[in-house]
């Protein structure tokens, strides 16, 4: 498995990197972590939300009270990616535990037709999904405690793998310094707590000098950081 989530991140990295999107598709329980990896990201590693996007079968209200039916119109997933305007520079990773839920299908059948980058994230590697990616990603998790119920075993599967796929992609972007969050967008007391604590502890600096420069450069992170470099360089020289 490891080998396919470094080969999908090393797709993920090229196509964000040149400026595409990465879609997340998905019905259910596979639907929603998508929709929430997508959701974390902008605050974690500062990336633009329009970058990283959900896209879940019955819609965002699907989030909060399960669309019976939803994930069997597949002609959903490619009429929104088309609304979207899904091209040949962007990624699709389909989610779906089975492998053969039509919407995760249809979605990847789309991004085919666009030219797009189609990447799979299943527990069944013979699956349909798996068929029709470009590269997918199999977590064979074996039978479920309760038969039929993929939130579990294959749900908690493919929430570890989503999380280190965007994870070392957005490392392999830079959206890191060292192992700390240098591209978090500091907009509540948590989070600029937080920015100052990354500013002191990289800068060698304290944290009140820490705190001044982040209002001098309204709450920029990696600005910060890279006046700390140019101040250090120009120490050493």
């Known amino acids: 498995m490891l080998p396919s989530v470094g080969a999908a991140v090393e797709v993920l990295v090229g196509v964000l990197r040149a400026g595409g999107r990465l879609f997340y598709v998905g019905a259910g329980t596979s639907g929603r972590m998508g929709l929430l990896d997508a959701a974390?990201?902008?605050p974690t590693f500062g990336i633009d939300p329009e970058r990283v996007q959900g896209v879940l079968a019955g819609g965002v209200a699907a989030l909060e009270r399960?669309?019976?039916?939803?994930?069997?119109?597949?002609?959903?997933?490619?009429a929104e990616l088309r609304r979207?305007?899904?091209g040949a520079g962007d990624a699709v990773l389909a989610i779906s535990a089975s492998g053969r839920t039509p919407f995760a299908v249809s979605g990847l059948r789309e991004a085919r037709r666009a030219g797009a980058a189609a990447?799979?994230?299943?527990?069944?590697?013979?699956?349909p999904l798996a068929r029709e990616a470009d590269l997918a990603i199999s977590v064979e998790v074996g039978p479920e405690v309760i038969a039929g119920s993929t939130r579990m075993k294959g749900g908690l599967a493919q929430k570890m793998v989503?999380?280190?796929?965007?994870?070392?992609t957005m490392v392999r972007l830079g959206?890191?310094?060292?192992?700390?969050?240098?591209h978090l967008r500091p907009v509540s007391a948590k989070l600029r707590r937080r920015a100052r604590e990354i500013v002191a502890l990289a800068g060698g600096i304290p944290g009140e000098e820490a705190a001044r420069l982040l209002a001098d450069h309204g709450g920029?992170?990696?600005?910060?950081?890279?006046?700390?470099?140019?101040?250090?360089?120009?120490?050493?020289?």
């Not at 989503?162 to 070392?168: D, E, N, W």
């Open 40 to 42: 974390e990201l902008p």
């Open 84 to 86: 979207r305007g899904l």
């Open 175 to 182: 959206r890191v310094h060292g192992n700390r969050m240098a």
């Open 66 to 78: 399960a669309v019976e039916g939803a994930e069997d119109r597949g002609g959903d997933a490619a």
């Open 119 to 127: 990447l799979a994230l299943t527990c069944d590697p013979r699956s």
């Open 162 to 168: 989503l999380h280190l796929l965007s994870t070392a």
């Open 220 to 237: 920029d992170v990696p600005r910060v950081l890279a006046l700390l470099r140019d101040r250090a360089e120009r120490g050493a020289g």
